[in-house]
């Protein structure tokens, strides 16, 4: 299912999704949006496929949503069109893994998407940044939520409120990325990380995602008796029987998915 604006490649159980706009810059139209989530929702609706990896060009991950869209805007189209809602609720609601493979620009809903991401992988040369206070702009895509959770309120707010952007180095040692990799080794250390996730059975990836989400959304109490469900709920599959049989018999578990 490759597109102008997405291109979509399988490697066995994990999937590479490539964003494709002409200039390498990916910025994030309507067109590109739509496209990225039709993509991922198939691969999410996909029992092959158990996670995906998520790349732009050397150039830029995503230098943000669409300014040229954004310049003629107004409150009432916003408002009564949902601006951008529709698109990003798909992109950001997705039940398998998902891997950031950043290379260049990751700005304002480039930087956004990346942080939807569950893991993000960043070559040495990449940015990451919330310039929308440039353009008159609050965050609309997790800048002001998921960046605070991510890196703490100190950082988040200087990158909020003046725009400038951090460097790989900085989102490492920020936590806003798992690793740093040569930025010619990004994707292939983004793929390895998904085969890594991928030898492992698909509803319990699903569940594990769901109750590490969960920590940053509910209290410590609520989260810890969703993981508790969680943990007594995969006594009701087949891998779970698989996975311990396999550790006592000393070989590697041959998970069915169920
Ligand atoms: N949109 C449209 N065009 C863009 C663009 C963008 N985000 N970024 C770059 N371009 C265009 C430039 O206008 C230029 O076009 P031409 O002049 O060639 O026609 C071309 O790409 C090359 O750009 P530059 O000449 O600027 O290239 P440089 O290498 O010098 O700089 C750059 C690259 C990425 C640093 C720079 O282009 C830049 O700063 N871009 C803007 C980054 C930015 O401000 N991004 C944040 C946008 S606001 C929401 C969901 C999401 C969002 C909000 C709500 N909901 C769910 C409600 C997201 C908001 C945003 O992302």
Redesign the pocket.
């Known amino acids: 299912m490759t597109t102008p604006f997405v291109t979509l490649e399988h490697r066995g159980a994990v999937a590479l999704v490539t964003l494709n706009s002409p200039?390498g810059?990916n910025?994030?139209?309507h067109e590109l949006m739509t496209a990225l989530g039709d993509t991922l929702q198939t691969l999410d609706e996909d029992t092959q496929t158990r996670a995906i990896v998520v790349t732009g060009s050397a150039?830029?991950f995503a230098?943000?949503?669409?300014?040229?869209a954004?310049a003629q805007m107004t409150y009432a189209r916003a408002v009564n069109e949902n601006?951008?809602?529709a698109e990003?609720?798909r992109v950001s609601t997705l039940r398998k893994p998902l891997v950031a493979a950043v290379r260049g620009?990751a700005?304002?809903?480039?930087c956004?998407f990346a942080m939807i991401c569950d893991i993000v992988v960043a070559g040495e040369t990449a940015v990451f940044g919330q310039?929308?206070i440039?353009?008159g702009?609050v965050?609309?895509?997790g800048g002001t939520q998921r960046l605070p959770r991510a890196v703490g309120k100190s950082l988040a707010m200087e990158m909020n409120l003046t725009g400038e952007s951090i460097t790989a180095a900085q989102a490492l040692a920020a936590g806003l990325v798992s690793r740093v990799v040569p930025d010619v080794d990004v994707v292939n250390a983004a793929l390895a990380i998904g085969q890594s996730i991928a030898r492992h059975s698909l509803p319990v990836l699903m569940a594990v995602k769901a109750a590490t989400c969960r920590a940053f959304e509910t209290s410590l109490a609520e989260g810890l008796a969703y993981e508790r469900s969680a943990f007594h709920g995969c006594f009701a599959l087949d891998d779970q029987r698989e996975g311990c049989e396999a550790f006592l018999e000393r070989r590697v578990p041959h998970f069915n998915h169920r």
């Open positions: 200039n810059l910025p994030l139209t150039r830029a230098a943000g949503a669409d300014i040229q954004m601006f951008l809602a990003w609720q620009y700005l304002g809903g480039g956004e310039p929308e440039k353009l702009l965050p609309g895509a």
